[in-house]
């Protein structure tokens, strides 16, 4: 147990469909982040949320929206998927914000299979 | 080319081997950490250093800044060791985070 909690950890869904990854920390942290796990490919750093403020949006298309309502809380909205995003989803909290010498804590995943 | 570069990718022990993965980076970097993922997803930080060494059980990472690269060793191997390990790097500059593709390691009983 890392303190980080993902529901659900599987998600199969349609591409029409809409549908949220819910992320929640217990470990009082400042920071938390969203990441994409492919396989053979490094983890993807989708978003950052520092203090509630979302500081970083690498590049993610829009069919991905996130949510942060307090520091505690982390969504991942998603809808008009594609087969293509099929991954792992991996949650993180870190005390202070990434690049500052922090550990991140993970959440266990979301395994989401779009069809 | 990535920023953090693991060797091997793959790695198959036979129980109480000792186990070397190799992480090199081409970034400058304010800390280093080796993580482990278990099948299932979960991650779990095993280190994170900016210079030297640590240990933590049968466990050994060490670091050398001027070379850019890092070691993460297994002392006595066991099976429940095997997992995929993670190298990743707090970059100096502009709050980036890099991580490396991942070692895939198998224990052999």
């Not at chain 1, 990441?35 to 993807?44: C, G, N, T, V």
């Not at chain 1, 942060?68 to 792992?88: R, V």
């Not at chain 2, 779990?44 to 060494?53: Q, T």
């Not at chain 2, 066991?78 to 890099?98: K, M």
Request: charged share 15%; net charge neutral; glycine share 8%.
């Amino acid at each position: 147990e890392t303190g980080v909690t993902q529901t659900p950890r599987h998600l199969v869904m349609g591409m029409t469909n809409k549908k949220s990854l819910k992320c929640e920390q217990h470990l009082g942290h400042n920071a938390m982040y969203w990441y994409k796990q492919s396989a053979k490919k490094p983890l993807e750093l989708m978003f950052v949320y520092n203090f509630k403020e979302q500081t970083e949006n690498n590049s993610v298309p829009s069919r991905f929206s996130p949510e942060c309502p307090n520091s505690s809380h982390l969504f991942l909205h998603l809808h008009t998927l594609q087969p293509e995003d099929s991954a792992l989803y991996l949650c993180a909290s870190s005390q202070g914000y990434v690049g500052s010498n922090n550990e991140q804590f993970f959440g266990p995943g979301t395994r989401l299979t779009v069809l | 080319k990535n920023e953090v570069e693991q060797s091997p990718q793959n790695l198959t022990a036979q129980e109480g081997e000792f186990i070397t993965i190799n992480c090199s980076y081409s970034v400058g970097i304010s800390a280093l950490h080796w993580l482990q993922q278990h099948p299932g997803g979960g991650i779990v930080s095993l280190f994170m250093l900016s210079s030297g060494k640590k240990k933590h059980g049968r466990l050994i990472a060490t670091i050398n800044i001027q070379e850019k690269h890092s070691s993460l060793h297994i002392t006595a191997s066991h099976p429940r060791d095997s997992a995929v390990y993670i190298c990743a790097v707090d970059s100096n500059t502009g709050n980036q985070f890099y991580f490396g593709t991942g070692t895939s390691l198998t224990v052999i009983p």
